[in-house]
């Protein structure tokens, strides 16, 4: 396994495979560190399609607003790295921040995520948020060169964003979603998880419970989206919950479930950590 800490060295080996194997893809997965099954589960996806896989470490403090977790965001570079080792990654890329943004702020180039999908849900609640994923998500793009880049569905909306990004921007390469990974229980892997105490943990089963409940009701022939929140909001009761969405896939409400093209999302809070988790349907 080859670890680069430098854009520059990243982009000489980039160079040379690709000189030397024209025929052979490279897969690039994204994180932000603190590595679970969840990540594992984008690195094996990547292995398994691709000759070489790419796997980025970087917390990215663009996509970070003034009141959030970016220094106290987990870093855990040496576990990362035994990660990836024993997955079997080719390359790690883990650059220090001045690697990614050289510039001051007020020179770097930015990016504007579209307003329709980016100004609601976690948007409304991070202002500027997708904006810096899409600047270090093109950034990583025009590093690594992958023909195909993975990504979890748990994420919902910065993977639609970011498919959108590619669409509209004709990059060369393709969006792989990748299903949620859950604990035993249920509850969706999430780094921010080891904030939780293990009755925290208990308590955020209920939000996997709220989209059981929500997929059992649609089994039923309940397609409305007012009944479905009611019932999913009953099974959220206790909980700080910050909103329950369904949406299509540009993420706009809609009055009834459509099969194929609805996305379920919930945001909740427990011991004041904001955990994530949707339904695709």
């Known amino acids: 396994m080859q670890i680069f800490t430098t854009t520059q060295d990243l982009r000489v080996f980039i160079c040379q495979f690709k000189s030397k194997n024209p025929t052979k893809t490279i897969g690039l997965v994204p ?3 603190a590595l679970h099954k969840g990540h594992l589960s984008l690195i094996e996806a990547s292995l398994v399609a691709c000759d070489c896989s790419v796997v980025s470490i970087f917390v990215n403090p663009t996509q970070f607003g003034e009141n ?9 570079k040496e576990a990362d790295l035994n990660i990836c080792e024993k997955a079997g990654v080719e390359v790690v890329f883990m650059p220090e921040i001045a690697q990614m943004y050289p510039l001051d702020s007020t020179l770097q180039t930015t990016f504007n995520a579209p307003k329709m999908m980016a100004n609601i849900l976690e948007g409304k609640a991070r202002e500027g948020h997708f904006n810096g994923v899409l600047q270090v998500v093109l950034k990583l793009f025009n590093l690594v060169r992958p023909d195909k880049a993975f990504f979890g569905q748990k994420d919902a909306q910065q993977l639609l964003i970011i498919q959108k990004m590619v669409q509209d921007l004709f990059l060369p390469l393709q969006i792989v979603p990748c299903p949620i990974v859950r604990n035993e229980e249920g509850l969706a892997l999430s780094s921010r998880n080891a904030y939780l ?79 994530l988790d949707n339904l695709w349907f």
């Open 197 to 275: 105490s293990p009755m925290g943990i208990k308590q955020a089963l209920k939000i996997s419970a709220s989209l059981n409940a929500t997929t059992k009701a649609i089994m039923r022939g309940i397609k409305d989206s007012n009944t479905l929140k009611s019932i999913a909001l009953e099974v959220l009761r206790g909980l700080e919950v910050e909103y329950f969405a369904i949406v299509n896939h540009e993420l706009q409400d809609i009055e009834q479930i459509q099969k194929d093209s609805t996305l379920i999302l919930v945001v909740a809070r427990v011991e004041g950590v904001r955990l």
């Open 68 to 76: 959030e977790d970016f220094n106290q965001y987990p870093r855990k």
């Open 31 to 33: 994180t932000m560190g």
